[in-house]
């Protein structure tokens, strides 16, 4: 049974769409906000699942039993359409990681969230900004999978009604601030470069290679998500941008990185880890200047083939073999705020595994861990002083064909008790300079907690 698709003429676009619908439960964005960007193509809202999953790690049997269900029958998705149309959309937070493995969790979870949210949306607004297209797809599906054209036609006309409610309110300007006031964060300038010292006591010790190592900042936040998000969007646009609604917990994210990819059509898996940092300069000599020593640092290279490898084997696990390789390595990508170094890594996902056998064959992604990866998150534990919630875990859509698509939750700000957390961290390796790995999370940090200021 196919969907019901209704073609936009003159859709808002994505960040406006969100404010029509700010007082529907759940809403969820996933904003592609970095123009020509090959990962900036599409950009899907809806909001009002008909059914929603929150779980912790100890319930995933269950959960990834729930997920699957009305995916047991998956229909094949229309091509001339963006990909997602109607499933799963939400958020797989970091310590979903102890599902898989025996990592254990860490025991300061100041935020109460779950490690897992997950909705089931009957209907999506997909635009592709390639072709400044947009359609609504509604497929009248019911908690179980169930298609109805009678709901489907419904449940259209009452977002088509709501679209044409009144424009959203136009965009504050942007504040200049964009340094971190580092007095809200978890450690001192002193207290992370030790912890930078111990991880590089580990790698010499031939412990581990490397570990991603994170630091939290905190500031006071008690106005409008919305508009926190918007000025996120501004200070920092991402192609894998999200916007997340769940009870008190809101998740805005201006993720430049892609976690996993899975078409289901063609069983091709995609995932491209980004590790070396570089923050961009207003000049333009500088910048370019940067952007080379980046391209030339050892550190940084040696950093981003590690990773390469780890998840060249974690993706062997549920691949074809013979097909997991990397077609490119090192390549440089410059965003508003930051040159990084990304490679890509592709194969082909064996017949008798889905989604789902991805993700727990990946999660967490080891450009946030480290490598080895099981002992590297030992070490995390041990030395980050809280959890890290949805930070460095992953966010986006598993669609009713089986097909998936997620980011890396960085650049991410969790929302809760009138608190505003955001984490950001880097990869230690032999070479890290502990100065210099505390300066990275700064530059990270900066531009989602100018994003803060700037919308209080």
């Given at each position: 049974m ?20 700010a ?6 964005l996933?904003?592609?906000a970095?123009g020509?960007?090959p990962?900036?193509?599409y950009?899907?809202f ?5 059914s929603?999953?929150?779980?912790n ?17 998956p ?5 001339a ?14 310590e ?10 860490h025991?300061?979870q100041?935020l109460?969230?779950?490690d ?5 949306h009957?209907w999506v607004?997909a ?6 297209e947009?359609w ?16 489907a036609a419904?449940?259209?006309?009452i977002v088509?009604?709501?679209l044409?409610?009144?424009?959203a309110?136009?965009a ?7 340094s971190v ?14 912890a930078v010292a111990?991880v ?8 581990i290679?490397?570990a ?11 106005g ?9 969007a501004m200070h ?9 609604q ?25 995932t ?9 300069d207003r ?7 940067a ?16 990773i390469?490898d780890l998840?060249r084997?974690?993706l ?6 013979g097909t997991?390789?990397?077609?490119e390595?090192?390549a ?16 082909q996902?064996?017949?008798e ?6 993700i ?12 080895p990866?099981l ?5 995390i ?8 919630g ?9 669609g ?6 997620t ?6 700000i ?13 990869g230690?390796t032999?070479l890290?300079?502990p ?16 994003a803060?200021?700037a919308?209080?």
């Open positions: 196919a969907p019901l698709v209704v073609r936009l003429g003159a859709a808002p676009a994505p960040i406006d769409a969100l404010f029509r619908f007082g529907w439960p759940e809403p969820r996933l904003h592609s970095a020509q960007h990962l900036s193509r950009s899907f809806s909001a009002d699942p008909v929603t999953i929150a779980a790690a100890a319930e995933w049997p269950q959960t990834r039993d729930r997920i699957r269900g009305p995916l047991a029958n229909s094949p998705a229309i091509d359409l963006p990909p997602f149309q109607g499933g799963w959309l939400g958020w797989f937070g970091y979903l990681g102890s599902a898989f493995d025996d990592v254990g969790r025991p300061d100041p109460p969230i779950h897992l949210v997950l909705g089931l009957d607004i635009w592709d900004h390639l072709r400044d947009a609504l797809i509604s497929t009248g599906i019911d908690a179980n999978g169930h298609r109805d054209d009678e709901r419904q449940r259209a006309d088509l009604r709501q044409q409610s009144p424009a309110e136009s504050e300007p942007m504040g200049d601030s964009k006031e580092t007095d809200h964060a978890d450690f001192s300038a002193t207290g992370y470069q030790q111990q590089i006591e580990h790698v010499l010790a031939g412990d290679f490397q991603n190592l994170a630091q939290r900042f905190t500031l006071q936040y008690s409008d998500p919305l508009r926190l998000y918007r000025q996120l920092a646009p991402a192609p894998m941008g999200a916007y997340m769940h009870g008190t917990i809101t998740v805005a994210s201006a993720s430049p990185e892609r976690f996993l990819q899975f078409d289901a059509a063609t069983r091709r898996v995609e491209r880890p980004i590790k070396g940092t570089r923050p961009r000049d333009p000599n500088r910048d370019v200047a952007s080379a020593a980046l391209l030339a640092s050892e550190k940084d290279r040696a950093e981003n083939v590690m390469v998840l084997n974690d062997s696990r549920v691949c074809v073999p997991v390789r990397a077609p390595i090192c440089l990508e410059s965003h508003a705020t930051v040159h990084h170094l990304v490679s890509t890594v592709v194969g996902l064996r017949p595994c889905d989604a789902i056998d991805l727990a064959a990946t999660f967490p992604g080891g450009s946030i861990t480290g490598a990866k002992r590297a998150m030992e070490i534990r041990e030395l980050e002083p809280v959890a890290r949805v930070y460095s875990g992953a966010i986006g859509w598993i009713l064909d089986g097909s998936m698509d980011s890396i939750a960085i650049r991410t969790t929302l809760a008790n009138d608190l505003a957390s955001v984490h950001a961290g880097g230690i032999a890290s300079v100065v210099e790995e505390y300066q990275e999370t700064l530059d990270k940090a900066a531009a989602p907690i100018a803060i200021r919308a209080r």
